[in-house]
């Protein structure tokens, strides 16, 4: 028996392989919707794909499931409570499914979703009582659990999955041996809780020692504990668990319908008719010059969740990119389930060369020209895009805390007709927000470099007011 984990970094997605080589057979589990990787691991072992198996309707990532079936044939594999409308072959608590030397058992384990499953993993060369890993989906992650909060808002409490996530907890997962290893969904940086660690496998019994939420307590008290003080969901969360129950296009035609070069004027009418101006390029190549009305959202940080908290998914995108970056820009909103990419702007900025009257520059400012003007008689205001938490942290003095996901919302709070300066921990999230700044009017935003980061390593010092010495962040 073979069992191998991916990792996408940017989402902070584990997916994996179960693979038999005496029957040359592989199931896959919670896959990404770029499947490349899983259909070139079973061309080089020379496996079959069978079935293809959804812990739960994910909400922070659109899955591979159809994109499987259609290239090998795979089953669509849930638990028993997965309503669909494609067929799927459902699984009830304690049913099994055995190929070769692997035996996998379906727990229904409901909490972070009513339909959540956990698998655990026999390798029969081995033992046919004793497990060796399971793969818990996100009910059971490193350092944390699931979040019960998220189906609240259609029809589930957060009270009623906190109670069914300390049953399937105790009843079923933890019954399990101390030895048996523990391979979740998500890892650090994954909004679907708030204590993931950094590690990708753990065993049970490490987990029952240090999980706090695994700890001797009433379900009150549980329910208490992994209710409070989660991470604001991103908005597109919803969006991407309803997808995830429907048939939809796979990732191959929406990149095939996506990858049109536009002229400028073609641009520009896109523009004119609602569309979602997209630039992926740094922030400071953002800032050197960038096309009125556009967004900043860069694809080398979190480009997906970011897109996913400041997008429409519903209205047409138009990307502005560095030539020959359009295909991965496509494929990494994709992932989320945003297919409206209409195109992008042949040749990059490189079209505006002739038209200086489209063009838009960022300003940006430094620590320390940022500190000479709080000391005038006039200053700027600074506004604080971080989380609310990452503020309380420590931020500069008399700024303003308005999260990113709440900018545009929130715009009014910030004094018109004077300077404002914007930042987040280290740069990424203040060139979207200054973006959001422009739209909004606020010709004299400003974003700061470095961010609060480099606040801290100019002035990082009690003299200069500040809040704390923190300097970590959960969302750069």
Request: hydrophobic content about 35%; aromatic content about 6%.
């Given at each position: 028996?073979?069992?191998?984990?991916?990792?996408?970094?940017?989402?902070?997605?584990?997916?994996?392989?179960?693979?038999?080589?005496k029957t040359k057979t592989?199931?896959?589990?919670?896959?990404?919707?770029?499947?490349?990787?899983?259909?070139?691991?079973?061309?080089?072992?020379?496996?079959?794909?069978?079935?293809?198996?959804?812990?739960?309707?994910?909400?922070?990532?659109?899955?591979?499931?159809?994109?499987?079936?259609?290239?090998?044939?795979?089953?669509?594999?849930?638990?028993?409570?997965?309503?669909?409308?494609?067929?799927?072959?459902?699984?009830?608590?304690?049913?099994?499914?055995?190929?070769?030397?692997?035996?996998?058992?379906?727990?229904?384990?409901?909490?972070?979703?009513?339909?959540?499953?956990?698998?655990?993993?026999?390798?029969?060369?081995?033992?046919?009582?004793?497990?060796?890993?399971?793969?818990?989906?996100?009910?059971?992650?490193?350092?944390?659990?699931?979040?019960p909060d998220l189906m609240?808002?259609?029809?589930?409490?957060?009270?009623?999955?906190?109670?069914?996530?300390?049953?399937?907890?105790?009843?079923?997962?933890?019954?399990?041996?101390?030895?048996?290893?523990?391979?979740?969904?998500?890892?650090?940086?994954?909004?679907?809780?708030?204590?993931?660690?950094?590690?990708?496998?753990?065993?049970?019994?490490?987990?029952?020692?240090?999980?706090?939420?695994?700890?001797?307590?009433?379900?009150?008290?549980?329910?208490?504990?992994?209710?409070?003080?989660?991470?604001?969901?991103?908005?597109?969360?919803?969006?991407?668990?309803?997808?995830?129950?429907?048939?939809?296009?796979?990732?191959?035609?929406?990149?095939?319908?996506?990858?049109?070069?536009?002229?400028?004027?073609?641009?520009?009418?896109?523009?004119?008719?609602?569309?979602?101006?997209?630039?992926?390029?740094?922030?400071?190549?953002?800032?050197?010059?960038?096309?009125?009305?556009?967004?900043?959202?860069?694809?080398?940080?979190?480009?997906?969740?970011?897109?996913?908290?400041?997008?429409?998914?519903?209205?047409?995108?138009?990307?502005?990119?560095?030539?020959?970056?359009?295909?991965?820009?496509?494929?990494?909103?994709?992932?989320?389930?945003?297919?409206?990419?209409?195109?992008?702007?042949?040749?990059?900025?490189?079209?505006?060369?002739?038209?200086?009257?489209?063009?838009?520059?960022?300003?940006?400012?430094?620590?320390?020209?940022?500190?000479?003007?709080?000391?005038?008689?006039?200053?700027?205001?600074?506004?604080?895009?971080?989380?609310?938490?990452?503020?309380?942290?420590?931020?500069?003095?008399?700024?303003?805390?308005?999260?990113?996901?709440?900018?545009?919302?929130?715009?009014?709070?910030?004094?018109?007709?004077?300077?404002?300066?914007?930042?987040c921990a280290s740069g990424?999230?203040?060139?979207?927000?200054?973006?959001?700044?422009?739209?909004?009017?606020?010709?004299?935003?400003?974003?700061?470099?470095?961010?609060?980061?480099?606040?801290?390593?100019?002035?990082?010092?009690?003299?200069?007011?500040?809040?704390?010495?923190?300097?970590?962040?959960?969302?750069?």
């Amino acid at each position: 028996m073979i069992v191998k984990q991916f990792y996408l970094q940017c989402l902070a997605h584990a997916s994996y392989m179960i693979a038999d080589e005496k029957t040359k057979t592989a199931v896959v589990v919670d896959p990404q919707r770029d499947i490349d990787q899983y259909i070139q691991e079973a061309r080089a072992n020379g496996w079959r794909i069978r079935s293809v198996f959804l812990t739960h309707f994910h909400a922070d990532f659109l899955a591979g499931h159809l994109e499987l079936q259609q290239q090998t044939g795979a089953d669509i594999c849930m638990g028993s409570k997965a309503q669909t409308d494609f067929p799927i072959t459902s699984y009830k608590d304690g049913e099994m499914l055995e190929f070769g030397t692997v035996r996998i058992k379906v727990l229904e384990t409901p909490g972070h979703t009513p339909e959540s499953i956990s698998l655990v993993v026999y390798d029969l060369t081995t033992s046919s009582d004793r497990p060796y890993c399971v793969l818990t989906g996100d009910t059971l992650f490193i350092g944390d659990v699931g979040r019960p909060d998220l189906m609240a808002s259609v029809g589930t409490t957060a009270e009623e999955l906190g109670s069914q996530l300390f049953d399937s907890l105790r009843n079923k997962l933890m019954n399990l041996p101390d030895e048996t290893l523990v391979y979740p969904a998500h890892g650090a940086g994954s909004m679907c809780g708030k204590n993931l660690s950094s590690e990708t496998v753990s065993t049970l019994g490490k987990q029952r020692w240090e999980n706090y939420a695994l700890q001797p307590m009433t379900k009150q008290e549980f329910i208490g504990l992994v209710t409070a003080d989660q991470p604001e969901a991103p908005a597109y969360f919803g969006y991407d668990a309803q997808m995830n129950r429907e048939t939809h296009p796979t990732l191959a035609t929406v990149v095939e319908k996506s990858l049109q070069p536009l002229s400028l004027d073609e641009t520009l009418e896109h523009q004119q008719t609602g569309a979602q101006m997209i630039d992926v390029r740094k922030a400071v190549d953002y800032a050197g010059g960038h096309i009125k009305g556009s967004l900043n959202i860069g694809l080398m940080g979190k480009f997906a969740t970011w897109a996913g908290t400041l997008l429409d998914p519903k209205r047409p995108v138009v990307l502005i990119t560095e030539p020959g970056l359009e295909q991965e820009a496509i494929e990494r909103l994709g992932r989320i389930g945003f297919d409206r990419v209409v195109g992008y702007l042949k040749g990059g900025m490189e079209a505006l060369q002739e038209r200086p009257d489209l063009l838009q520059k960022g300003q940006r400012i430094s620590a320390q020209m940022l500190a000479e003007l709080l000391s005038t008689t006039h200053p700027p205001t600074v506004v604080d895009v971080r989380a609310e938490k990452e503020w309380e942290a420590g931020h500069i003095d008399r700024s303003l805390n308005i999260p990113l996901p709440h900018l545009a919302e929130q715009v009014q709070r910030i004094p018109e007709g004077m300077p404002v300066v914007v930042h987040c921990a280290s740069g990424y999230r203040s060139s979207a927000a200054l973006g959001i700044l422009e739209k909004a009017g606020r010709t004299q935003a400003m974003d700061l470099i470095g961010g609060y980061d480099a606040w801290l390593t100019t002035w990082g010092h009690p003299k200069h007011k500040l809040q704390s010495e923190c300097t970590t962040s959960c969302a750069r």
